[in-house]
């Protein structure tokens, strides 16, 4: 049998690949993937994306908490501005202060009383301080916690 097999070898031209135990049953070659194989893959595949989507919402999750502290941070910025300045220690009066000029700067009028990546901002400025507030739109799904900002820049989660 083993000399048979060298023959074999010996005829086919080396450039040539062929199985030769398959080549001496009379099979042929089948090139491609099994449907195992297939289910295999889509299989890992699937437990991936289930280990990694909750992942990926609870970093957007985060981020929004993130960018909505940076916000009211922003808002008190402003806030204290205008007492430092042109409020001679007094904070603006009502969400369209006159002491601004009669308008809020773009900030403050872009975010009080509007809804911002999943929370919703409320303003509320008097002369001797002020509170603003973000709360998620849904809670545990945008945002996890209402950040206020009070008179003197405090903030709290």
Same mark, same amino acid.
């Given at each position: 049998?083993?000399?048979?097999?060298?023959n074999v070898k010996r005829r086919v031209k080396k450039s040539t690949k062929v199985n030769f135990t398959l080549e001496r049953r009379g099979c042929q070659m089948k090139k491609g993937f099994t449907l195992v194989e297939i289910m295999i893959v889509v299989a890992i595949i699937a437990l991936l994306a289930a280990i990694a989507i909750p992942n990926l919402i609870g970093a957007r999750r985060t981020a929004n908490d993130a960018a909505a502290k940076a916000n009211i941070h922003t808002l008190c910025v402003e806030a204290e501005t205008f007492s430092a300045g042109v409020g001679n220690g007094a904070y603006p009066v009502g969400v369209l202060a006159a002491?601004? &000029?009669?308008?809020?700067?773009? $900030? $403050?009028?872009?975010?009080? &009383?509007?809804?911002? =990546?999943?929370?919703?901002?409320?303003c509320s400025f008097l002369a &001797? =301080?002020?509170? $603003?507030?973000? @709360?998620?739109? @849904?809670?545990?799904?945008t945002g996890t916690a209402t950040i206020t900002g009070t008179t003197g820049g405090v903030i709290t989660p």
């Open positions: 049998m083993l000399i048979e097999l060298y002491g601004w &000029g009669g308008t809020l700067p773009a $900030v $403050v009028s872009s975010y009080c &009383g509007q809804t911002k =990546g999943g929370f919703i901002y409320a &001797g =301080g002020y509170t $603003v507030t973000a @709360t998620p739109s @849904t809670p545990g799904t």
